[in-house]
T-cell receptor, first 114, second 111 residues
Framework: SAVISQKPSRDICQRGTSLTIQCQVD?????MFWYRQQPGQSLTLIAT?????????ESGFVIDKFPISRPNLTFSTLTVSNMSPEDSSIYLC???????????FGPGTRLTVT | RKEVEQDPGPFNVPEGATVAFNCTYS??????FFWYRQDCRKEPKLLMS???SGNEDGRFTAQLNRASQYISLLIRDSKLSDSATYLC????????????FGTGTRLLVSP
């Protein structure tokens, strides 16, 4: 499976600010996704990061709040904008490799908003 | 009704025990099914895909019952290291590979 890294691994941010999370994969992948896992909850899909075009957002998530970029097949960013304490969560990217349908997850970014 | 439902547990079992988890899903058109394992404060890791014919990987056996829309995971000879949360995951029948996660079943294996 691909090796996936995320930066930063954790951060503590003030409300009203924005944080950009990076996801880097060591090989080309077909699909990249961004998930959120709130404390004590399971994972919720935020959006599919599409290479070279706008991301596809799930119900309840909007581009103004969670802008996503995917400039190539191995890299994506998620920005959490105008943060509030409710955005405190773990944010994970996942990928699907070429020729497979299985998803693998990055180590996650633990965000705390004060 | 949730798309994927699991008993949250915890399941407390002694080492060497056999334990089984079940999961039900609501979308009859779902195509693919997986079990992921998540350790505390870590990312989910793919444990195994679940095939229609059932599949086994060492001490782990997964079964799929499409008619009843449930998936099971059996762990034999439990180890302390099996303690984790087990996530039942269903792939929706859409053009891209959206996964829907259950809330997870927590397993605690004790000496």
């Amino acid at each position: 499976s691909a090796v996936i890294s995320q930066k930063p691994s954790r951060d503590i941010c003030q409300r009203g600010t924005s944080l950009t999370i990076q996801c880097q994969v060591d090989s080309q992948v077909t699909m990249m996704f961004w998930y959120r896992q709130q404390p004590g909850q399971s994972l919720t899909l935020i959006a599919t990061a599409n290479q070279g075009s706008e991301a596809t957002y799930e119900s309840g998530f909007v581009i103004d709040k969670f802008p996503i970029s995917r400039p190539n097949l191995t890299f994506s960013t998620l920005t959490v904008s105008n943060m509030s304490p409710e955005d405190s969560s773990i944010y994970l990217c996942s990928v699907v490799g070429i020729g497979t349908y299985e998803q693998y997850f990055g180590p996650g970014t633990r965000l705390t908003v004060t | 009704r949730k798309e994927v439902e699991q008993d949250p547990g915890p399941f407390n079992v002694p080492e060497g025990a056999t334990v089984a988890f079940n999961c039900t899903y609501s979308n009859s058109a779902s195509q693919s099914f997986f079990w992921y394992r998540q350790d505390c404060r870590k990312e989910p890791k793919l444990l195994m895909s679940v095939y229609s014919s059932g599949n086994e990987d060492g001490r782990f056996t997964a079964q799929l019952n499409r008619a009843s829309q449930y998936i099971s995971l059996l762990i034999r000879d439990s180890k302390l290291s099996d303690s984790a949360t087990y996530l039942c995951v269903v792939q929706a029948n859409t053009g891209f590979q959206k996964l829907v996660f259950g809330t997870g079943t927590r397993l605690l294996v004790s000496p």
